[in-house]
């Protein structure tokens, strides 16, 4: 391959070497998350949560590193004596700073004998315990659960614990700071913070998210619901699963927490249907849960229940709904599916659905490169044309380029700390709604040829995370080849598309993109024996619709 060849491009993660952070980093990371949540929802803590935030303020460093340390580990109870810090110095002095304040407890007075177990090992127990030097072939779960029958007194043992208090508070301080329950300080501490830039978008009050702390109290109950379903998953617990449907709370007044309810309830109303293959009845219980959920696929579910228990014409009704206002491109393609069936099942007889039929091209080929898409951009570039690898990253690149200002515009609860590559709402329909005007004024533009900053924008950006844009990717000449080739009219049918379903449509793009002057063509490469798949059959078909130019390329190897 001749040197041209380095525009035949992969999608690659920037591979920058990351900067010496701080010994103490994850305490300025702490800082930032305790100090946005009390600036932005001072008025929603309780007396509770203030004092120990206060408590932990007033701390020493070295106090504060060691708390923090020990809020990222798995207690609350440690050995004291195991825990070594490089950076926290002197450490006997941190431990008993945190003892005084009441941040932590040194020998504290009861400890579950599981728990204390947990902190030594087999052979540790064993020369601590009597009643266990007889038992030394066992196993240490079997030797844990003799000390739990025998109940020593363990207060000469606890020299070493620790216990560290007040972690219910972390999970209120994380949901405030992430707008979730499933992030915390593991996830929080991360290389990427302090080495990746962020956008500068408003953090306050004015845009927050929660505004009752009833919200709050309710955002932790689901989720103390949710985490006890994939508890009950993970052990397989069907029944288990199948009683939560009783403790499942009313309809919520305010939409964040009532979406999450509902996809706890389509969870629930899943394992409850798998049970209707063998007790009819919980076909029904299944179906009057997904009544209650307006997310996909709590519709597909109840035409499939409504099939199999004989009710064809409520099935066929609610199908029809789904085919004509869709919830997301899925639920579009398995209404067609649906209601195709459903129609004939009622003796109104439906041609037979049309496999797709895209334009093609048949390659044999040698086996040149790592994988097929690199021969056959390899192949273009030989018939004269500018071939690139990039599958999804153009088209996305190119969207989070024209609407970077929206995307980072200030939402009620769209940004809630300063490290989001984009805003809570991103990857929801709920995106496009509270910001259509704006949204639909600079597709206006993009369709009149009103707006080219494409280059501007690239350029003043270079470098800011953006979910939609990967910098190691996107180039000056890719941008300005592509925005010149593709009609403004097809740009702004794509980003359409990509708004009405922005979690799924953000991916099935064609693998290459080729250029000849003034001239363009999307190509989608399947190997011997690959196939469409649903996703890029979408896609496909939209190009299809709106004159697009793009094909799949077949290949076979010779």
């Not at 030594?120 to 020369?127: D, N, Q, R, V």
């Amino acid at each position: 391959m001749n040197s041209n060849n380095k525009a035949i491009t992969k999608p690659l993660k920037l591979s920058n070497d990351a900067p010496e952070l701080p010994a103490t980093y994850y305490r300025d990371n702490f800082h930032c998350l305790v100090n946005t949540v009390v600036e932005q929802y001072a008025d929603l803590l309780t007396p509770q949560e203030h004092l120990w935030y206060r408590t932990y303020i007033a701390l020493s460093k070295p106090a504060q590193c060691l708390y923090i340390r020990l809020l990222s580990r798995k207690g609350p109870f440690f050995r004291s004596d195991k825990l070594q810090y490089p950076e926290i110095v002197p450490l006997p002095d941190a431990l008993a700073e945190l003892n005084s304040t009441g941040m932590a407890t040194l020998q504290p007075d009861t400890i579950p004998y599981r728990e204390f177990c947990a902190l030594y090992t087999k052979p540790e127990l064993i020369s601590r315990f009597d009643f266990l030097s007889s038992n030394k072939q066992a196993k240490k779960p079997d030797l844990v659960e003799q000390v739990i029958n025998h109940q020593p007194d363990l207060s000469q043992h606890n020299r070493q614990i620790l216990e560290v208090h007040h972690t219910q508070h972390l999970e209120v301080f994380f949901l405030l700071f992430f707008g979730n329950t499933h992030q915390d300080l593991s996830q929080f501490v991360l290389a990427d913070i302090g080495i990746q830039r962020f956008e500068n978008y408003p953090i306050d009050s004015a845009y927050r998210l929660f505004n009752r702390r009833q919200d709050i109290e309710d955002w932790l109950v689901l989720s103390a619901m949710t985490e006890q379903y994939w508890q009950h998953k993970e052990s397989k617990e069907i029944q288990a699963i199948a009683d939560m449907q009783f403790a499942i709370p009313g309809t919520y007044s305010w939409p964040p927490t009532e979406k999450k309810r509902q996809r706890l309830i389509n969870h629930i109303a899943r394992d409850i249907e798998r049970l209707g293959n063998h007790a009819p009845e919980r076909l029904e219980q299944a179906r009057v849960l997904y009544r209650q959920s307006e997310r996909a696929p709590s519709r597909e579910r109840q035409v499939r229940i409504l099939d199999k228990q004989g009710d064809t014409a409520q099935a066929l009704a609610i199908a029809k709904q789904m085919l004509h206002s869709p919830l997301s491109e899925e639920e579009a393609d398995v209404a067609e599916v649906l209601t195709h069936r459903l129609l004939n099942k009622i003796g109104d007889k439906q041609p037979p659905r049309k496999k797709p039929n895209f334009d093609n091209e048949q390659l044999q080929l040698n086996q040149q490169q790592s994988c097929v898409e690199l021969d056959v951009a390899a192949y273009y570039q030989q018939q004269g044309w500018q071939p690139y690898y990039l599958e999804n990253t153009l088209l996305c690149g190119l969207f989070g380029l024209a609407m970077w200002d929206i995307i980072f515009s200030a939402e009620h609860g769209a940004f809630l700390n300063p490290f989001q590559r984009s805003p809570k709402d991103m990857f929801t329909r709920d995106f496009y709604l509270s910001r259509q005007q704006k949204i639909d004024r600079r597709l206006a533009e993009l369709n009149a040829k009103q707006w080219n900053d494409w280059l501007e924008v690239f350029r003043a950006k270079q470098g800011i995370s953006n979910d939609w844009v990967h910098w190691g990717v996107l180039t000056e000449e890719i941008i300005t080849q592509a925005v010149s080739a593709i009609p403004p009219k097809a740009l702004t049918a794509i980003f359409r598309r990509i708004l009405f379903d922005p979690r799924n449509n953000r991916s099935g793009f064609p693998d290459l993109i080729l250029f000849k002057p003034g001239r363009y063509c999307f190509a989608e490469v399947k190997g011997p024996g690959d196939t469409l798949q649903s996703n890029q059959i979408r896609w496909l078909k939209m190009f299809q619709q709106q004159q697009i130019t793009a094909k799949v390329v077949y290949v076979q190897w010779i």
